[in-house]
C-alpha cells in the first residue's frame, strides 16, 4: 500500500477488516489533520488537537460504512472536507463557554485582602519562574500551563519519558530554591 495515496481499493480493504489498511488509513490522516489543526490553532493543546483528530476520523468511518462516500478515490478530499466541519464546529462550542471574568468569579472570596494575597503570590510565581533557564520554563509551561501530553514535551524536546521526570524534577528543585531564597523560609522538599 502506498503511504502517498489511500484509494478505493484501500477503502475496500479498510471496509473489509483488513489491519494493515486500517493502520495505514489511521496514520496517513492522522498526521495530515493535525498538522491542518495545528495550522488553524497554534496555540491549541495537545488533547484539543488529538479530539479533533479522533472526531474526524470516527466520522470518516461511519460515512464509509454507511455508504455516503460517493467516490471513494477521493477519500483524502472527504477527510479534510470532515475535519473542517469538525474544527468549525469545535469553534463554536469554545466560544459558547468563555471563561468568566474577576467580577463574576465564583472562586472569588469575599475578602479583598486575600484576593490581593493570591494575585500577589501569583506574580511572585510568574516572576520565579521567570528566572529559570529558558528551557525548564519552557518545559513547565507546556506540562503544567498548558496541560500538554507529556509524550508530546519529550517528542518536542527530544527527549525521553525518564530524562524529562529529571528535568521536571531539577526544574522544581531550582524553582524551590529560588522561592526559599525570596521568602527566607525553609520549604518541605518532599517529591512530588
Same mark, same amino acid.
Given at each position: 500500500?502506498?503511504?502517498?495515496?489511500?484509494?478505493?481499493?484501500?477503502?475496500? !480493504?479498510?471496509?473489509?477488516?483488513?489491519?494493515?489498511?486500517?493502520?495505514?488509513?489511521?496514520?496517513?490522516?492522522? +498526521?495530515?489533520? !493535525?498538522? #491542518?489543526?495545528?495550522? !488553524?490553532?497554534?496555540?491549541?493543546?495537545?488533547?484539543?488537537?488529538?479530539?479533533?483528530?479522533?472526531?474526524?476520523?470516527? !466520522?470518516?468511518?461511519?460515512?464509509?460504512?454507511?455508504?455516503?462516500?460517493?467516490?471513494?478515490?477521493?477519500?483524502?478530499?472527504?477527510?479534510?472536507?470532515?475535519?473542517? @466541519?469538525?474544527?468549525?464546529?469545535?469553534?463554536?462550542? +469554545?466560544?459558547?463557554?468563555?471563561?468568566?471574568?474577576?467580577?463574576?468569579?465564583?472562586?472569588?472570596?469575599?475578602?479583598?485582602?486575600?484576593?490581593?494575597?493570591?494575585?500577589?503570590?501569583?506574580?511572585?510565581?510568574?516572576?520565579?519562574?521567570?528566572?529559570?533557564?529558558?528551557?525548564?520554563? #519552557?518545559?513547565?509551561?507546556?506540562? @503544567?500551563?498548558?496541560?500538554?501530553? #507529556?509524550?508530546?514535551?519529550? +517528542?518536542? @524536546?527530544?527527549?525521553?519519558?525518564?530524562?524529562?521526570?529529571?528535568?521536571?524534577?531539577?526544574? #522544581?528543585?531550582?524553582?524551590?530554591?529560588?522561592?526559599?531564597?525570596?521568602?527566607?523560609?525553609?520549604?518541605?522538599?518532599?517529591?512530588?
Amino acid at each position: 500500500m502506498s503511504s502517498v495515496e489511500f484509494g478505493a481499493g484501500d477503502v475496500e !480493504r479498510l471496509l473489509a477488516g483488513d489491519a494493515s489498511a486500517s493502520q495505514a488509513f489511521a496514520q496517513r490522516f492522522s +498526521r495530515l489533520l !493535525r498538522m #491542518k489543526v495545528q495550522m !488553524r490553532n497554534g496555540a491549541a493543546s495537545a488533547s484539543y488537537v488529538e479530539d479533533v483528530v479522533q472526531e474526524t476520523l470516527a !466520522r470518516v468511518l461511519t460515512a464509509l460504512r454507511e455508504g455516503r462516500v460517493q467516490d471513494p478515490d477521493r477519500i483524502g478530499a472527504f477527510v479534510s472536507r470532515t475535519g473542517d @466541519f469538525v474544527l468549525s464546529e469545535s469553534h463554536r462550542a +469554545r466560544r459558547r463557554f468563555r471563561p468568566l471574568d474577576e467580577a463574576n468569579d465564583p472562586h472569588a472570596s469575599d475578602d479583598p485582602e486575600r484576593d490581593l494575597a493570591v494575585r500577589e503570590q501569583a506574580e511572585v510565581a510568574r516572576e520565579l519562574i521567570g528566572e529559570l533557564p529558558e528551557r525548564d520554563q #519552557k518545559i513547565l509551561r507546556a506540562l @503544567f500551563a498548558e496541560a500538554i501530553d #507529556k509524550d508530546e514535551v519529550c +517528542r518536542r @524536546f527530544g527527549i525521553d519519558r525518564g530524562h524529562l521526570r529529571v528535568l521536571v524534577c531539577r526544574a #522544581k528543585d531550582r524553582l524551590r530554591d529560588l522561592l526559599e531564597t525570596h521568602t527566607g523560609q525553609k520549604l518541605s522538599h518532599e517529591r512530588g
